[in-house]
């Protein structure tokens, strides 16, 4: 006989195919591996079907699989849509998702906190990733508002422009009296992370710097790759390589004294869209959000 299909066996489920690993989804729900093994097999005892197909350390979704985890999303849809209508009026009370990047999340969830701190009825879900994801969350209804840095499709979002956010060319504290052209940057290497060479090539098209342009970003070797934001200017703070990221991932850098920001002829910046469902209302609390990102996350200039 079918067992009841629980709700945190479903939980579970959807966060283990949203993470993609075993280890990791026990520790994003607070479990032991073993633990979310048991849920995913008891679904699976629930549903009377196979919904994973395990291969060592990987798995991939069965056809039934693939129903329960679109149930699965249905649900924590739908309990989000009934949690946001009971206080759909309070501005200072609720559940309040925000997807960014992780530099601007940096300087972005301080002040999140504080503000909770003020209003202990209120709460924040911060995802840190790429713009494409982003983009996908929103629309999806997996976040309610988002920060990026191009214009999305006018039909699909709301959009409003908050700021601009520096782009820094960043070198060891050595290089502070230097002449830093081309044959520098090839001869330090580039520390490289997941957004280096878009970062790079935005920053070499727009600086203003003679020949700069003209850098062939492909032959500019490796110093170093990590893609944790806190670790990125870790090695240039030992004298290794040149990277380009956000102001503020330099600003919240503990070593940045360590380091010197090159200033080009150009100052180079990148936009900041906060953007949302474009036909969806959302909770009074977001206008909360929306000043407090206003006021106090418009980066400063260098």
């Not at 701190?117 to 983009?135: D, T």
């Not at 490796?222 to 990125?232: D, F, G, M, R, T």
């Not at 953007?275 to 200039?301: H, M």
């Amino acid at each position: 006989m079918p067992l009841p299909m629980n709700p945190a066996w479903l939980h579970t489920f959807k966060t283990l195919v949203d993470i993609g690993h075993f280890t990791k989804t026990a520790e994003a729900l607070y479990m032991t591996q073993p633990g979310v093994s048991q849920h995913v097999k008891k679904l699976e005892q629930a549903c009377g079907y196979d919904l994973l197909k395990r291969s060592n350390k990987q798995f991939h979704l069965t056809e039934q699989g693939q129903q329960v985890y679109q149930y699965a999303v249905k649900v924590a849809s739908d309990q989000k849509q009934l949690i946001e209508s009971l206080g759909f009026d309070d501005a200072y009370a609720g559940l309040c998702s925000l997807a960014c990047s992780g530099s601007l999340a940096m300087s972005a969830y301080p002040k999140l906190i504080e503000l909770q701190q003020q209003h202990p009825a209120m709460s924040f879900h911060i995802e840190v990733a790429p713009n494409e994801r982003i983009l996908s969350d929103v629309q999806q209804g997996r976040i309610d508002f988002g920060v990026v840095t191009h214009l999305p499709n006018s039909h699909l979002y709301r959009s409003q422009v908050i700021g601009e956010e520096p782009l820094c060319l960043v070198l060891p504290a050595s290089y502070q009296q230097q002449t830093i052209n081309a044959d520098t940057l090839m001869e330090l290497g580039m520390v490289k992370h997941p957004d280096a060479e878009h970062y790079l090539s935005l920053y070499l098209a727009q600086c203003n710097e003679p020949g700069w342009d003209q850098i062939p970003i492909n032959q500019i070797p490796a110093a170093s790759y990590i893609n944790q934001l806190s670790q990125i200017l870790l090695p240039i703070a030992h004298g290794i390589g040149f990277t380009v990221l956000p102001y503020s991932a330099v600003a919240y850098f503990p070593q940045n004294d360590k380091l010197h920001v090159h200033n080009t002829a150009q100052a180079v910046t990148e936009p900041l869209y906060l953007i949302s469902q474009r036909y969806r209302q959302l909770p009074k609390r977001y206008n909360t959000i929306q000043t407090l990102i206003l006021e106090k996350l418009c980066q400063p200039q260098r």
